[in-house]
């Protein structure tokens, strides 16, 4: 009886095993990642501070005025939002009417940020996923109905990042920015393969959402952009090389039977 297939097996287990390793994907720890944590009424929108878990990022000082980061609160059939966010009821805003855009595009953009638990990991794929809101117009409820009617139309566009150690590792700028309807959410997604050696191995990794506050127009201002949802996959990457180990353990057993097969009944 020949052995060679159970062998074949016995040996495919142990390589894959070795290969992919014993670590399976994983999402990584990310506080108040679908701002629920500062609840807010039905269809309000209070702002002057960072949700729960971020922080402010704002390298040139814009916030204040008519510059506001917060949560709005968008069940189903909500004038903002009439599909609802992705995830629950609230998402993140950054809403920023009182700068007209002007300036170099690094000099007028706002956004939130978390420095996570987990650091940089050698061998690793990271994807980050974060759920882009374009918010539209409309009223907000009671009391937030004092502050009128907002015109919403228009999209000033996004950046996710992903950092570690304060250093840009991976980013998506704005991918999305010309095909998201007004009161609708897209996912954006980045992607990025850590090898055994990284200048920022070791350190603590950081998602930053940013909005680009690119300058609209009297038809389409683009004041807001909304961020829901936010995840962090982390999952082993094959080491160098073993795609081809692997591969040649699955066509070894398959020379050996072509060579006894050929031995047994020779032309």
């Known amino acids: 009886m020949d052995s060679t297939p159970g062998l074949a097996r016995t040996a495919l287990a142990l390589l894959a095993s070795m290969v992919f390793g014993s670590a399976q994907a994983a999402m990584v720890d990310i506080v108040n990642h679908s701002f629920e944590n500062d609840p807010a009424a039905p269809n309000t929108f209070p702002t002057t501070f960072a949700p729960d878990g971020w922080s402010f990022y704002d390298p040139n000082q814009l916030i204040g005025g008519n510059n506001a980061v917060g949560v709005i609160d968008a069940p189903v059939g909500s004038e903002f939002f009439p599909g609802g966010v992705p995830d629950g009821e609230q998402a993140a805003l950054i809403y920023l009417a009182g700068s007209d855009g002007s300036g170099q595009p690094g000099e007028r953009e706002v956004g939130i940020t978390q420095e996570l ?39 000033p566009g996004y950046r996710t990042e992903l950092l570690a150690g304060g250093i840009v590792i991976a980013f998506d700028d704005n991918s999305l920015g010309g095909s998201l309807p007004d009161g609708t959410f897209a996912t954006s997604t980045l992607q990025v393969d850590i090898g055994a050696t990284h200048a920022q191995l070791g350190a603590a990794l950081e998602i930053r959402l940013i909005n680009l506050n690119i300058p609209g127009t009297a038809d389409a201002p683009g004041i807001e952009v909304d961020f829901d949802n936010v995840r962090l996959d982390a999952s082993p990457v094959p080491l160098p090389g073993a795609v081809y180990l692997l591969g040649s353990v699955l066509l070894l057993p398959l020379l050996r039977t072509r060579r006894r097969r050929q031995h047994e009944h020779p032309r």
Do not use: E
């Open 117 to 155: 638990s987990a650091l940089l990991t050698a061998n690793t794929r990271y994807t980050l996923q974060v759920d882009i809101g374009n918010i539209a117009s409309g009223t907000g409820s009671p009391p937030f109905d004092a502050f009128g009617f907002f015109d919403l139309r228009g999209f």
